[in-house]
């Protein structure tokens, strides 16, 4: 005898079902995507949505189990939709109370590097005005321990900070001397060419667990010509740093970014297996930012938002092909939305916030003691566009910037649940408000979402991932593991 | 460039689905509304130098939008009520004033 009652035991017995909130986008010619409040998903062909919403599915189709446990209907005496709907969407907000996790600062703004898309406007290396000082340093710190989050990531930018790595040293020993009281999670990253790291850096690194992130845009002759240093040996430079701070700190604690320049696009292949070749387990495929020296060089408009990406598939396809052939290699930004797409978590990925990240995520101590709401910020300042600088940690208090008209009003502008387009759009769950980008580009925090190649670009992969995902069951199964990862 | 003009039975097609539509293809169209007695009167004048052919899909995909739109508003009407109690559920307990 069965232990469970028959199926239509748990069926309505009005053949009734109510809607819950969803919203759809065409995802090809013959199917519709549809996401729930929470960014459940679900793909059908167009007339089946019609049916859905005209309530003519019936119980004994398959598809009504679907939408029923992944929350698009209920059945009249349902409660547990409702509530688990809530508890999945306070989970994904949750990161909000504890906002400001991520502080950046800014030690030097000099750099041996001369990259024509750098986003930071760098100044020469012998110019120490464009250096952070202790006063400075320690106004920023009293503002790093007001944050409520209980974990506290500090981060040092450029230029190179490794120019400035007595500031760097500081900051890291009177941050560990204010933790020794409040205990919150302190973390420590250095952003750098690795070009300037010494066995002396590298000591002080493992000794107080500073982890360093690096930047590889492909193989030698590309990487050379994308970051060009003096003697030309910027990738020489970086393998050198790469294998000593390995040995120093741990294989898995030094991570490289790459950026998309015009002489990128044909080489996606190349580039992934330079990563490959040289030990990481994945890459993040990015497109040039409008921002600093990628406009004044004109390198941000050398190629558009449809041939990046065609960059960016052909390389997604190639990472599948290795994977299927029994490389693992993830590609990051992937995996961020895929995280999105299944699970509850927000990988807290600054560009794909809603609210944005504005401060709240991120914040950024400049050089010259300038708080501003992220490093695009900084970077759109340094070209003149002081929109995002929220204050002077000389001057102004943690309150006094916190609650600023001009971190609330772009917070509040670019809030996607009421943005024309973005409030109906089925891919909200999975993206960002990005008031800075849409700032620098349409003079706007919100812009028209249809002009927007932020919209254009993210709209194309979140639609390409899910095809993806539809059509072949082994990225099914490969992406559901990267969902997990971040 | 030329100005194609389509009518909607205001009694079938809300205004608002043919304004959401609209804004939608803000990139291709610049679309003026009118309304004569029960018809709702789309202009639409293309943005960029377009094939007939190419006018014509994108015409078609802007009359698959407004049927699109028509639906979203039907879910919004009736999930409004549900949609409010779930993030009354959500942030209840958030802490947050």
New interface residues.
Partial sequence: MSKFQPLASFLSSHHEY???????E?LNDQDYVLTN?TGDYLSVPRAQ??RI?EHQVTPDEPIYSDLRSKHFIYEPNDIAP??L???K??TK??R??EFTNLHIFVVTLRCDHSCPYCQVSRQSEDKAAFDMTPAMADKALDFVFKTPSKAIKIEFQGGEPLLNFEMVRYVVLEAEKRNAVTQRELAFVIATTLSLVTDDILSFCRDHNIVLSSSLDGPEELHNANRPRPNRNSHQKFVEGLNKARLALGFDNVSALMTTTEASLPMVNDIIDEYLRLGFRGIFLRPLSPYGFAIKTKKYRSYNTQRWLEFYKEGLNYIIELNRSGVKFSEHYTSLILTKMMTSTDPGYVDLMNPAGLGIAAIVFNYDGGVYASDESRMLAEMGDQTFLLGNVLVNTYEEVMLSDKLLDALEESFTLSV??CS?CAFEPYCGAEPVYHHAIHKDFVA?K??SEFCNRNMSIFKHILGLMHSDKFTKQLFLEWSTRC | MSVTTLTFDERIYPVDALQKAAYRFMNLFVVDFSIDKNLIICSLKPTQNSSQEGMDYHIDEFKKEVLDQVLRLKIKAETEDVRNLILGIAFSKSGFQ
């Fill in positions: 109510k809607l819950l909130p969803f919203k759809f065409q409040l949505l019609n919403v409702v509530e709907l809530g508890l969407l306070r907000y949750s909000l109370a024309p387009m109906d028209k249809p002009e």
